[in-house]
């Protein structure tokens, strides 16, 4: 590619300042991030970005679905399943189906097949722009969760339709029972695929104590679920979700604190800078896709973006406001009662359906000729029409969103969090009181030892407790913020005398490094 130097370059500046723009105008910056990459493209003398769809789907999808499937809540994602496959699977499937129809009714000579495609490849949502408003504006977390399930699960749904569609296009046939037979197999496939992976990946992690080989593996997991399944003919997505699930599951028992502490680190690093490249380059597209539409008049483009976009944003306003009345019609148990959402949840949830990066790049994937050699029918159209429902759905929802939230009030206090939290830490400390009764037995201990530990737990135990009870009559939690606010000024003490000996030479930067963290560990520790 030319100017590869300075287009890699470009790039990372701009996520860099588009990013602080976004955080200065409290935006979400996958909407910064997309309108900047179109603003930049417009620049005279701007080089053209040419992406490599097979490149993109294999380079950064798989690392982004692992991420998102091994820091999931699977709690809560089990809880509303049923919710989630239904939208994962079938709003997917009415949603291609609905812009296939509208596609091939509107715009002249574009086959069923391709008009499958396209309806494929609008279907799936991409939750990251939602679900940073909405955690941002303290919306309930059983909102946030069903979003980021949904987005989890229907890319795998999505592009099995797609492949069934563009193998009909460029010459296969197309069969209904056999693209309902496809989706099963491809799903039971990729997630058996994924959990074999997993179980090898987690053995060998298990015998490992080196963090930067661990991490190493942890950033290789996703590709060696997705690639393998790729190349059987099954769903790579899937794998790769399967296997961050699984990995997710068995951390506890294979991870040492370092290698979490550090992993995580380095697990968020990764997933801002492949979203965010991602984004930018969805933004500099649009040149490349617009000079090849010279055959359509604007106002005939236009018509038909607008007529894709409405058709992929009203099919999940209906399945958004009709199916949850069909299972409560079927399903009257009183648990399920007590999960129903009102409108209101149900209306922020179909206005947080937002497009994102995996359309643009199965859009792009679309091979350029037929079996036939001849050009495939209506590609840059397709292309056009895809980026035209992202940044439809991407900006005007996006944009939208928080104003949507504000007035509806879909808000959450947080107290369940909170109260969940206390749970877990009186737990830990009921733990810990109980450990150290039975090392109080063991010859290497020494009583005053376990007895200054034990006034510490005790002390927890009966602040936590307070808490859950909601009664404080000896004023323990103004006396901890009180003894933390002091812990923090020592702390900051010890900081500066450590950084005034690097300064004047006298420790190096290792060792500055190394207190350092030790003393950045003891402050995270501090609740204020």
Known sequence: MEHLSEIVLGVMVAVVALSVLARVAGVPYPIVLVIGGLVISLIPGVPEVHMNPDLVLALFLPPLLYSAAFFANLRDIRADLRSISLAAVGLVIATAVVVAVVAHALIDGMPWAVA????????????????TIAQRLGAPRRLVTIIEGEGLLNDGTALVIYRVAIAAAIGGGFSAGETVLRLFSSAAGGIAIGLAVAWVIAEVRRRLDDVPVEITISLATGYAAFLPAEAAGVSGVLAAVTAGIYMGWRSPDISTPSMRMQGSAVWQTLQFLLNAVLFVLIGLQLPVVVENLGGYSTTTIIGYAAAVAGAAVGTRFIWVNTTPYIVRALDRRPQQRARRADWRLRFVIFWAGMRGA???????????????????????????????????????????????IRVLRVHDDGSAEQQEEVTARLAAADAALARLD??????????????????????????????????????????????????????????????????RGVISNDVTHRLERELDLEDERLEI
């Open 116 to 131: 499958f495609a396209l309806g494929a490849i609008v279907a799936p949502t991409d939750p990251l722009a939602a679900t």
């Open 358 to 404: 995996v359309s643009l790049a199965a859009a792009l994937a679309i091979p350029l000729e037929t079996d036939a050699g001849a050009p495939f029918p209506q590609r840059d159209l397709v292309i056009f029409l895809t980026f035209a429902v992202i940044l439809v759905t991407l900006v005007a929802q996006g944009l939208t969103l928080p104003t949507v």
């Open 438 to 503: 039975e090392l109080q037995e063991e010859d290497w201990t020494r009583d005053d030892t376990i007895e200054r530990m034990r006034a510490l737990f005790q002390y927890r135990q009966r602040r936590f407790a307070a808490r859950v009870d909601g009664d404080d009559p000896e004023g323990i939690e103004t006396r901890s913020i009180a003894f933390q606010r002091t812990q923090r000024s020592v702390l900051e003490a010890q900081r500066a005398a450590i950084w005034d000996l690097q300064r």
